[in-house]
């Protein structure tokens, strides 16, 4: 399976600032790459779908422009939050489908993002 | 809009029990379903998946179930284990498009 990696596992930062999390894909290259959010005790949430190359696909109710998503290259997905508040904690997640052919997904060990 | 439905929310087991995890799903046409592990603050394991042209699959003390025609998939567990407790997630698939998912189910495993 595939091996995805993001960074940081864990930020603390202050409300208003930006904070940008990395996902990497350490061993296939990954034309697209998913977002997700989770909330204690919730389901994960798809944020976006990143495409290398190419704008991200926003889910409805997600600000474009508070999560910033750069997919530069095959093997590395940004997300950004930009002008962070508290209730942008969560735990953020990224995954990617493998190339297999039976779509299976592999996915990051997130990032806890809290913001106070 | 395509709904991943799990039951129960959450189960407390003595250990040795075998237990069942139920996941239901409105989408027939789905692909594929992967079942999940995630252990409290941290990422997602997979455990496993089964292609829609499959009935089941197994890992060790694993078994998952697939039956497309009633939109169900069960997770069966042998014999739990106290390192069993964790929240269960399915999830479906439908091409490379992102993951539907359940709310999960909370097991605790007593020793």
């Known amino acids: 399976g595939a091996v995805v990696s993001q960074h940081p596992s864990w930020v603390i930062c202050k409300s208003g600032t930006s904070v940008k999390i990395e996902c990497r894909s350490l061993?296939?290259?990954?034309?697209?790459m998913f977002w997700y959010r989770q909330f204690p005790k919730q389901s994960l949430m798809l944020m976006a779908t990143?495409?290398?190359?190419?704008?991200?696909?926003?889910e409805q109710g997600v600000e474009k422009d508070k999560f910033l998503i750069n997919h530069a290259s095959l093997t590395l997905s940004t997300l950004t939050v930009t002008s962070a508040h508290p209730e942008d904690s969560s735990f953020y997640i990224c995954?990617?489908?493998?190339?297999?052919?039976?779509?299976?997904?592999?996915f990051g060990p997130g990032t806890r993002l809290t913001v106070t | 809009k395509q709904e991943v439905t799990q039951i129960p929310a959450a189960l407390s087991v003595p250990e040795g029990e075998n237990l069942v995890l139920n996941c239901s799903f409105t989408?027939?046409?789905?692909?594929?379903l992967q079942w999940f592990r995630q252990d409290p603050g941290k990422g997602l394991t997979s455990l496993l998946l089964?292609?829609?042209?499959?009935r089941e699959q197994t890992s060790g003390r694993l078994n998952a179930s697939l039956d497309k025609s009633s939109g169900r998939s069960t997770l069966y567990i042998a014999a739990s284990q106290p390192g069993d407790s964790a929240t269960y997630l399915c999830?479906?698939?439908?091409?490379?498009?992102?993951?539907?998912f359940g709310k999960g189910t909370r097991l605790s495993v007593i020793a």
């Open positions: 990143s495409n290398e190359g190419s704008k991200a696909t926003y």
């Open positions: 061993d296939f290259q990954a034309t697209t």
């Open positions: 995954s990617l489908a493998g190339t297999s052919g039976n779509y299976e997904q592999y």
């Open positions: 089964i292609q829609s042209s499959q």
């Open positions: 989408d027939s046409a789905i692909y594929n």
């Open positions: 999830a479906r698939i439908s091409g490379n498009t992102p993951l539907v």
